[in-house]
């Protein structure tokens, strides 16, 4: 199993701004996934990040606009950057332990609004 | 791209009552998961269910898989109050490749 610590839990935020969030895994995992799910909406895969290699980047998502990093098998981030209302979602961190994708185990998630 | 679909997209049942949720699903699969998301936090791995199972049981929880009609169905028995909740369908789609989720079904559970 694993525990996810990620922060913030919600944030309110100005057009134009960046918001980094964080996500702590209580022990090393080799893939880490980011989700963003807009309101009433399901999860869709922003990018997979991997530990010493830059992240892979799910269609309709560029580094540029949400840049990850992955110093160490146990924790990641991800900046959602020059924010618009319409980047306002949940966004989740996950990992799988195993390596079979057979779990996810999800952080509490970060909502985030952007004005 | 979406691979499960869930339906229906929301129900409402009483304390008591059985509770299904159905999936389907586009390309061939080696598991089907089901999640449940409480008031839109992070989600809970509730069941998986192999390509080569029809039926699992955990709890009062029941998940069956139909591979021929690419569908499967969760039954929640007896269902509470603390049910209440958002469940997902998810599957990989080939090997290890990232979960891909369904819309989801938003179960109210009234008391």
């Known amino acids: 199993s694993a525990v996810i610590s990620q922060k913030p839990s919600r944030d309110i935020c100005q057009r134009g701004t960046s918001l980094t969030i964080q996500c702590q895994v209580d022990?090393?995992?080799?893939?880490m996934f980011w989700y963003r799910q807009q309101p009433g909406q399901s999860l869709t895969l922003i990018a997979t990040?991997?530990?010493?290699?830059?992240?892979?980047?799910e269609s309709g998502f560029v580094i540029d606009k949400f840049p990850i990093s992955r110093p160490n098998l146990t924790f990641s981030t991800l900046t959602v950057s020059n924010m618009s209302p319409e980047d306002s979602s949940i966004y989740l961190c996950?990992?799988?332990?195993?390596?079979?994708?057979?779990?996810?185990?999800f952080g509490s998630g970060t909502q985030l609004s952007v004005l | 791209s979406q691979q499960g679909e869930e339906d229906p997209q929301a129900l409402s049942i009483q304390e008591g009552e059985n509770a299904t949720m159905n999936c389907s699903y586009k390309?061939?699969?080696?598991?089907l998961q089901w999640y449940r998301q409480n008031s839109g936090r992070g989600l809970v791995h509730l069941i998986l269910?192999?390509?080569?199972?029809r039926e699992k049981h955990s709890g009062r929880l029941r998940v069956t898989l139909d591979t021929s009609k690419k569908s499967s169905s969760l039954l929640i028995t007896a269902s509470r109050a603390a049910d209440t909740a958002s469940y997902f369908c998810?599957?990989?789609?080939?090997?290890?490749?990232?979960?891909?989720f369904g819309k989801g079904t938003r179960l109210s559970v009234i008391a």
């Open positions: 390309t061939s699969i080696n598991n």
């Open positions: 022990s090393q995992v080799t893939m």
């Open positions: 996950s990992v799988e332990v195993g390596g079979t994708n057979e779990k996810l185990f």
């Open positions: 998810a599957t990989p789609t080939s090997g290890n490749t990232p979960l891909v």
């Open positions: 990040a991997n530990q010493g290699s830059e992240a892979t980047y």
């Open positions: 269910i192999r390509s080569n199972e």
